[in-house]
């Protein structure tokens, strides 16, 4: 039996993925939880004839004891059970803003229905996909470790979108329909410059020349930005990364049910994975998006595709560290020193 859980599930992104998660078959219970409308959504899948049943939860609409008792009861009924717990709670970008801006909501958001996953679901693997990534995970990590329940295989920041975007782009450059071919290793972090794809790690290789390549990195670096300026004020991506985080939730699922040789990129804690001490050690971060090698366990191991990295992403990887060390210390210290 599976247990997945959506927090944020009204969401832009939270309605598609839960109806993605409701036509997979290695779903069996679908746990929804908002604070607005998650019952109204989950009503509405569950007229959709497929293996998973849905069930919907509410946080309470005000802040007084009683109701934080309720919305509380309501975290505890969705979480209670659950094998995998997908992220999309939170703000989303509007144009102008960098996913930095988000943190001043979503650090607390993330903060408190981590507090709620530690508590009821602490064996769930954790996919965080509230921006701003680089920072929210290790908020997740900190307070998992203060409740002492923090399994670094099991907290993954969702960066599938720009695994997704690299190979999507690749293929429309090629003038070819298919992406799904190309596997391009996408490394570093979830926002702009942080985001480094390795082009020179592309399967089947690729060869672009230098200002075709400019213009590819710099696409996948901002492809969020893309859709919030085509949005217009009305949000984010959300389509596309429903698709991508369940991209990688059936990669998760899969892999804990036995399939074996599942890789993909995201953003882990790299001291607490096998092979990511090297990582942490070349990088000076803790976190860094690499390839993973999927498992019964969740992160069996990072690859250091990064050794691999020609003079040109070397240069790219330099920038994107330092940029990733300021996001990582504000999450960090969110939860250690909350008074700063
Ligand atoms: N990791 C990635 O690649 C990507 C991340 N994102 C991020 O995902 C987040 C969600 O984006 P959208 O779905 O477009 O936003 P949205 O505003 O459409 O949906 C967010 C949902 O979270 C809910 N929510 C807010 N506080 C909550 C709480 N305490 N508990 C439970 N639910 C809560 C809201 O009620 C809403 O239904 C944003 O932070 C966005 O930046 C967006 C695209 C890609
Ligand atoms: O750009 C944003 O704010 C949303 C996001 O993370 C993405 O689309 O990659």
Redesign the pocket.
């Known amino acids: 039996m599976v247990k997945a859980v959506v ?8 309605q598609p993925l839960s109806l993605l998660c409701k036509m997979s078959p290695l779903i069996d219970v679908l746990s929804l ?5 998650s019952p109204g959504v989950a009503t509405d899948l569950s007229h959709i004839a497929t293996k998973a049943h849905v069930e919907g939860f509410v ?1 309470a609409k005000g802040d007084f004891k009683g109701e934080q008792q309720e919305t509380e009861d309501a975290k505890k009924a969705a979480l209670t059970g659950a094998d995998i717990v997908i992220i ?6 509007k144009p102008g803003m960098t ?1 930095d801006d ?1 943190f001043k909501i ?1 650090a607390g ?1 993330v903060k ?2 981590i507090t709620a996953v530690a508590k009821y679901s602490p064996k769930a693997f954790i996919l965080v ?3 701003p ?1 680089n920072s929210t995970v290790p908020i997740a990590a900190e307070v998992l470790k203060e409740a002492g329940v923090f399994d670094p295989q099991r907290l993954f ?6 695994v997704v975007r690299a190979e999507n782009f690749v293929a429309d450059l090629l003038g070819q329909k298919d992406s799904s071919k190309f596997n391009i290793p996408v490394v570093g972090g ?1 926002s702009g410059n942080t985001i480094v794809p390795l082009f020179s790690q592309t399967q089947p290789p690729v060869d672009f020349p230098a200002d075709k390549l400019d213009g590819l990195v710099h696409r996948v670096q901002f492809g ?1 930005d893309e859709v919030v300026k085509a949005k217009d004020g009305a ?4 389509l596309s ?1 429903a698709y ?2 369940f991209r990688f939730a059936e990669a998760v699922l899969k892999a804990a049910k036995g399939e074996k040789g599942i890789v993909e990129p995201t953003f882990v804690y790299l001291p607490g994975v096998e092979g990511g001490d090297a990582i942490a050690k070349a990088t000076g971060t803790d976190y860094f998006a690499v390839p993973v090698e999927l498992g019964p366990n969740g992160a069996a191991k990072a690859i250091n595709i990064i050794s691999k990295a020609n003079d040109y992403e070397k240069k790219l990887l330099d920038e994107a560290i330092k940029a990733l060390k300021t996001n990582i210390d504000a999450g960090v210290n969110f939860i250690q020193k909350p008074s700063k």
């Open positions: 927090l944020g599930a009204a969401g832009g992104i939270g939880f908002d604070v607005v409308n946080a999309p709670a939170g703000v989303p970008r996913r988000l979503n958001i408190d229905l996909i509230s921006n990534v920041g969702v960066t599938t979108l720009d979830h969020g949000g984010s991506a959300t990364m991508a985080g």
